[in-house]
């Protein structure tokens, strides 16, 4: 298991800047894919940002070059830089954690409690 808390959010005029920070209970070198939901007033939950152990990272269309993910073994902390904020960025965002279980054959979906970024026009 892995406890996730999210922290960094707030509100910002459009074209700012904010950075999340979500911090594992447990080494996130043992955490096959780390990554950043967000689900919006009326909206499903989408993907953000993930990255997996192997190195590769995922962004979806409308935050590539904009946002940028990282993580930091030594902190246990993962975190999504966003710039050029839009309105359209408003959202609770959420940290996700994946594991692998062998036993089960699937990954085990962990998530934070979520940080609300408002974007204002």
């Known amino acids: 298991q892995v406890q996730l808390v999210e922290s960094g959010g707030g509100l910002v005029q459009a074209g700012g800047s904010l950075r999340l920070s979500c911090t594992a209970s447990?080494?996130?070198?043992?955490?096959?894919?780390l990554g950043w939901y967000r689900q919006g007033p009326g909206k499903q939950r989408e993907l953000v940002a993930s990255?997996?152990?192997?190195?590769?990272?995922i962004y979806t269309d409308n935050v590539r070059g904009r946002f940028t993910i990282s993580r930091d073994n030594a902190k246990n902390t993962i975190d999504l830089q966003m710039n050029s904020l839009k309105p359209e960025d408003t959202a609770a965002h959420y940290c996700?954690?994946?594991?692998?279980?062998?036993?089960?054959?699937?990954?085990?979906?962990?998530w934070g409690q979520g940080t609300q970024v408002t974007v204002s026009s």
């Open positions: 996700n954690a994946q594991i692998w279980d062998g036993g089960l054959r699937e990954y085990v979906e962990y």
């Open positions: 990255t997996a152990n192997d190195g590769s990272i």
């Open positions: 447990r080494s996130i070198s043992e955490i096959d894919i």
